[in-house]
């Protein structure tokens, strides 16, 4: 599973393809530390650009304002951990879903 309940929301463990011909959340892919969220984005990895974007995509797709997912921990790598803020069983629902 690429995501896991925290008291105030959930994680989401995420892999971000940048500069993608395919954008938007393209399903869970296998990785070294387990199983994460591939989500493909048009922009370049510069200045945080691609960070943003990955949290809009994954916003979008869960039906949540932007400011609701932030980036946790990966700034500069493409394996990175969302936080999305909110009631973790109803989010875990729309991630299962996914």
């Known amino acids: 599973m690429f995501w896991r309940e925290l008291p105030d929301g959930v994680a989401v463990a995420v892999k971000v393809q940048a500069k993608s011909r395919r954008p938007g959340l393209q399903g869970a892919v296998p990785c070294a530390d387990g199983e994460r969220l591939r989500i ?3 922009t370049a990895a510069e200045g945080g650009r691609a960070n943003r974007a990955a949290c809009a995509a ?5 039906g ?3 400011s609701a997912v932030r980036l946790a921990l990966g700034a500069t790598s493409r394996e990175k951990t969302l936080h999305v803020a909110g009631d973790p069983a109803s989010l875990g629902r729309k991630l299962t879903a996914l």
């Open 58 to 62: 994954l916003a979008g797709a869960l």
């Open 64 to 66: 949540l304002a932007p």
């Open 40 to 42: 493909g984005v048009t």
